[in-house]
Nanobody
Framework: QVQLVESGGGLVQAGGSLRLSCVAS????????MGWYRQAPGKQRELVAI???????NYADSVKGRSAISRDNAKNTVYLQMNSLKPEDTAVYYC???????????????WGQGTQVTVSS
């Protein structure tokens, strides 16, 4: 089994910063990508930022310039530093890992349980 455990969410004032962390554990052979999605009430889940094993990253336009994703491969951990937070950043943030549990199995997506980020105006 694979588990993703997120931490770092909370309540912050507009203009503030938060750092989210996500640790993947369990039966992991290799990780192709780790990243963050978010879902606000009444809206679809959307990509925030993702870090690929080859070293490339991708960000949503809404967070570019305000956020930075990083990864510690040795710890199977991904971080999301978010600055200049806005009320519209309020959402549940979910960690995603695309990984293989064995060499024979194709990569699969695994999700964390989500962490709430609330930005007050």
């Amino acid at each position: 089994q694979v588990q993703l455990v997120e931490s770092g969410g909370g309540l912050v004032q507009a203009g503030g910063s938060l750092r989210l962390s996500c640790v993947a554990s369990g039966n992991i052979f290799s990780i192709n990508a780790m990243g963050w999605y978010r879902q606000a009430p009444g809206k679809q889940r959307e990509l925030v930022a993702i870090f690929y094993a080859v070293g490339t990253t991708n960000y949503a336009d809404s967070v570019k310039g305000r956020s930075a994703i990083s990864r510690d491969n040795a710890k199977n951990t991904v971080y999301l530093q978010m600055n200049s937070l806005k009320p519209e950043d309020t959402a549940v943030y979910y960690c995603l890992a695309n990984l293989r549990t064995t060499p024979a199995r194709p990569p699969e997506n695994y999700w964390g349980q989500g962490t709430q980020v609330t930005v007050s105006s």
